[in-house]
């Protein structure tokens, strides 16, 4: 129990009905503070994802262009992905800006762990920013990748997430933090 009397659900049983590369879904049923029990509570199971804010030499921050079925849209973002088995988040912030846009760079910088849906999902958005960033090779994308790159300013990037250019809320919420930890005094 916390401060304020409120408890974390009993978990009565659990049986997964999903369990693939793309997606893991479990199925609880759970007792509420209160008693009631809810028989089927879906949760979405997730080693989490990484997305990643690179800043090249000139201040320019490469962005992936890329089709997300989910949506059924293109849609423009910061180059992210899901952490594999036995990956930490920072190696995985690493990875996917390399396989996605071919830019390495300096080590990544946690900037900040977010929980992406936390009332049926598992999964964490963990925000990376690698400074020093420059294309030093060929991307290598998934089988349900076709990425276009675009760099933009820093200024540009921030109007993005204002303007609606860049949609997802994830994004939009990594954009303003990484932004923000660019910008404090140096320490």
């Given amino acids: 129990m916390n401060r304020r009397g409120l408890q974390k659900w009993l978990v009565l049983a659990s049986e997964y009905r999903i ?17 009631t029990v809810v028989e089927e509570y879906f949760v979405r199971e997730s080693r989490g994802f990484a997305v990643v804010l690179a800043l090249t030499s000139d201040r320019l921050v490469p962005l992936v262009r890329q089709y997300k079925h989910g949506a059924g849209e293109i849609m423009l973002e910061l180059p992210a992905g899901m952490i594999d088995p036995d990956e930490d988040p ?21 900037v900040r762990t977010l929980y992406a849906d936390p009332t049926n999902s598992t999964s964490a958005m963990h925000l990376f920013v690698v400074r020093d960033a420059a294309r ?17 300013s820093l200024d540009e990037l921030r109007a ?5 250019r860049i949609t997802a809320s994830s994004q939009v919420a990594a954009v303003l933090l990484a932004l923000a930890y660019l910008e404090r005094p140096a320490r």
Avoid: W
């Fill in 160 to 164: 993005m997430a204002y303007d609606g």
């Fill in 90 to 110: 920072a190696a995985c912030a690493a990875r996917e800006l390399a396989e996605e846009t071919g830019f390495t760079g300096g080590a990544p910088e946690h």
């Fill in 19 to 35: 369990n693939t590369k793309f997606l893991r879904l479990r199925a609880d049923r759970v007792q509420l503070s209160d008693g």
């Fill in 136 to 152: 030093t090779r060929e991307p290598e994308l998934d089988v349900t990748e076709a990425i276009e790159v675009d760099m933009v």
